[in-house]
């Protein structure tokens, strides 16, 4: 079984920061990509950033240089840094790893329970 556990969602005002953390533990071989998306009430679920293996990353445009992805590769950890944050970013945000259990086995994407990111305004 693989397990995302995020971390670090809340109410903030608009203008403030908040980190996001998420931890990946359980049986498997490899994960390729690690990222956050968002889900705000009757929107579709959009990706805000995503972080391969080697580190390159891929912003949303909307979120673009206020936010920071990172990776912790030796902890199996992903970091979502947001900062400026705006009303419109209020959302459930939710990790998704993107992972193999054998060298030879498809990629799987599997899914954090959310953590929502309220901001006031």
């Known amino acids: 079984q693989v397990q995302l556990v995020e971390s670090g969602g809340g109410l903030v005002q608009a203008g403030g920061s908040l980190r996001l953390s998420c931890a990946a533990s359980?049986?498997?071989?490899?994960?390729?990509?690690m990222g956050w998306y968002r889900q705000a009430p009757e929107k579709q679920r959009e990706l805000v950033a995503v972080i391969d293996s080697a580190g390159s990353t891929n912003y949303a445009e909307s979120v673009k240089g206020r936010s920071t992805i990172s990776r912790d590769n030796a902890k199996n950890t992903v970091y979502l840094q947001l900062n400026s944050l705006k009303p419109e970013d209020t959302a459930v945000y939710y990790c998704?790893?993107?992972?193999?259990?054998?060298?030879?086995?498809?990629?799987?994407?599997?899914w954090g329970q959310g953590t929502q990111v309220t901001v006031s305004s």
């Open positions: 998704n790893a993107r992972l193999r259990f054998t060298w030879t086995s498809n990629w799987s994407n599997y």
């Open positions: 359980g049986s498997y071989f490899s994960i390729n990509s």
